[in-house]
């Protein structure tokens, strides 16, 4: 966690964001950048983020559709996301991006 000022709900969200593997982190942060509920949006990240994820799973390389209801751990989390006020959304989709980054770096 890179941010000081995180409060309770966001700090468990990414503790928990940061357990998953690299796939689920990626269809996490589409389904939050295509989401009508989270106000962040960024066109651009999107794309890369859609990029990332043809070359780490088979699946989504076929059908470039993303159905959270395959994957009930992360449609959760989105639920918990959108429950977040419109500053909290930011800080976690900063830290995702972040994580994000982070695990490229390696």
């Given at each position: 966690?890179?941010?000081?000022?995180?409060?309770?709900?966001?700090?468990?969200?990414?503790?928990?964001?940061?357990?998953?593997?690299?796939a689920d982190k990626l269809r996490l942060s589409?389904?939050m950048l295509e989401s009508y509920h989270v106000?962040?949006?960024?066109?651009?990240?999107?794309?890369?983020?859609?990029?990332?994820?043809?070359?780490?799973?088979?699946?989504?390389?076929?059908?470039?559709?993303?159905?959270?209801?395959?994957?009930?751990?992360?449609?959760?989390?989105?639920?918990?996301?959108?429950?977040?006020?419109?500053?909290?959304?930011?800080?976690?989709?900063?830290?995702?991006?972040?994580?994000?980054?982070?695990?490229?770096?390696?």
């Amino acid at each position: 966690m890179i941010l000081k000022c995180n409060n309770e709900k966001v700090v468990n969200l990414v503790k928990y964001f940061e357990t998953l593997d690299f796939a689920d982190k990626l269809r996490l942060s589409i389904d939050m950048l295509e989401s009508y509920h989270v106000k962040v949006k960024n066109d651009n990240v999107l794309e890369i983020l859609k990029k990332l994820l043809c070359a780490v799973d088979e699946q989504y390389n076929k059908t470039k559709f993303l159905n959270l209801l395959n994957y009930k751990h992360l449609l959760i989390t989105s639920a918990q996301v959108m429950e977040l006020t419109e500053k909290e959304q930011n800080i976690f989709v900063f830290e995702v991006f972040y994580n994000i980054y982070k695990v490229l770096q390696k």
